[in-house]
């Protein structure tokens, strides 16, 4: 059974920059991994996603040129890199995990397991 740890959460403020970080235990990482996002009131929404090799990525439009999502193989950790935040950032991010495809994906539904989240607070 695969388990996702996210960490990496805080209170950070505009502009600045935070580190999440997505153990993986129970899986022989050759997974397609993502991080979505969750605030308050709204749907869980894409961030990023990259396959299991580090050759294809993808990003929700509002982060690209500020996200940079990469993969550990060695520790089995999947990181996303945010810099430049902004208040429309804060949510609770979320790990997730596909084994079905070999793409990076954007759609919700191909991802089948999941963390439990971490907070980021982005204050103005």
């Known amino acids: 059974q695969v388990h996702l740890i996210e960490s990496g959460g805080g209170l950070v403020q505009a502009g600045g920059s935070l580190r999440l970080s997505c153990t993986v235990t129970?899986?022989?990482?050759?997974?397609?991994m993502g991080w979505f996002r969750q605030a308050p009131g709204k749907e869980r929404q894409f961030v990023a996603s990259?396959?299991?090799?580090?050759?294809?990525?993808a990003y929700e439009a509002s982060v690209e040129g500020r996200f940079t999502i990469s993969m550990d193989n060695a520790k089995n950790m999947v990181l996303l890199q945010m810099n430049s935040l902004k208040p429309e950032d804060t949510a609770v991010y979320y790990c997730a995990g596909t084994g079905r495809t070999s793409r990076a994906v954007v759609d919700i539904a191909w991802y089948d397991y999941w963390g439990q989240g971490t907070q980021v607070t982005v204050s103005s």
């Open positions: 129970g899986s022989t990482f050759r997974d397609t």
């Open positions: 990259i396959n299991w090799s580090g050759s294809q990525t």
